[in-house]
């Protein structure tokens, strides 16, 4: 049996909600990196006795498109999956159902589901610091639970909330820009999930490829990329309401 830790994330919260549930079921861990644009994903093609975390953020109440199409490539075989989404302390609607109806279509069991709570990727005023202390000790608890479950070969399929049809999918149109402190260094353009960004010029980045993500800001070394003041204040205002009151993660199993 292999444990693969299967995550599209750009930012870095849903991967560190996917390693404290991994960390907790094993120690031979097989990473995937949805986030790598030149991550060959063919080469994975999982066993029945395997167990999948398969973790995405949530993009206003969907699974990123990017993510599901790589996933897509994967195959199951019968391998056990954990779906995971994180979401920035506003809402997760159909992203769960979503990504279940995805790996099941290719060959995954569903036997557990998580929403998570981590820093908002653009506000990041909201769920600043999360995942913390308290939400680790609530996967740590959700993992063994999990675990508990595996080992009495109980591989039933949750109920999982969310709607079909899912809710229309958003796009932010948030595109961040350098400063004057960029050094053209590339790191950007290299680590930009779809190849939104111009390896030769970083200040040119293609708008209808760019998913608004922002790990472009977050794996600058220079702190050189950012959003526009006045949207991100827009932002904020529009998050305020929903995002304010501290949720807390959940598990279905």
């Known amino acids: 049996m292999k444990i693969y830790e299967i995550t599209f994330s750009p930012t870095g919260g849903t991967k ?7 960390n907790e079921l094993g120690r031979d861990i097989t990473g995937v990196d949805l986030s790598d644009n030149n991550e060959d994903l063919h080469e994975f093609s999982l066993k029945n006795e395997d167990i999948a975390i398969i973790a995405v953020p949530s993009y206003s109440g969907r699974v990123p498109a990017t993510a599901a199409e790589r996933i897509s490539r994967i195959q199951g075989n ?7 989404c994180v979401y920035g302390n506003r809402a997760y609607e ?3 159902v979503e990504l279940q109806d995805i790996v099941q279509k290719n060959g995954f069991l569903v036997v557990a589901a998580v929403a998570a709570i981590a820093e908002h990727s ?5 769920a600043k610091d999360r995942p913390d202390k308290d939400d680790n000790r609530l996967l740590k608890e959700f993992a063994a639970k999990i675990n508990e479950k595996l080992k009495k070969k109980d591989f039933s399929t949750p109920e999982i909330p969310g709607n079909r ?26 680590r930009c999930p779809v190849g939104a960004i111009d390896k030769n010029n970083p200040a040119k980045v293609n708008r209808k490829a760019c998913i608004s993500c922002m790990r472009c800001v977050s794996v600058c070394p220079h702190q050189a990329r950012k959003i526009n003041g006045l949207l991100l204040a827009i932002v904020n205002m529009m998050l305020k309401k929903a995002c304010s009151i501290r949720k807390e993660c959940e598990l279905y199993i």
């Open 16 to 22: 560190k909600v996917a390693d404290s549930l991994s």
């Open 78 to 84: 019968g391998a056990k999956a954990i779906i995971v």
């Open 94 to 96: 159909d992203t769960l």
């Open 122 to 126: 653009i506000a990041h005023k909201y």
């Open 165 to 190: 049809p899912y809710r229309k999918a958003g796009n932010a149109g948030i595109v961040p820009k350098p400063t004057k402190a960029c050094t053209q260094c590339g790191l950007c353009a290299s």
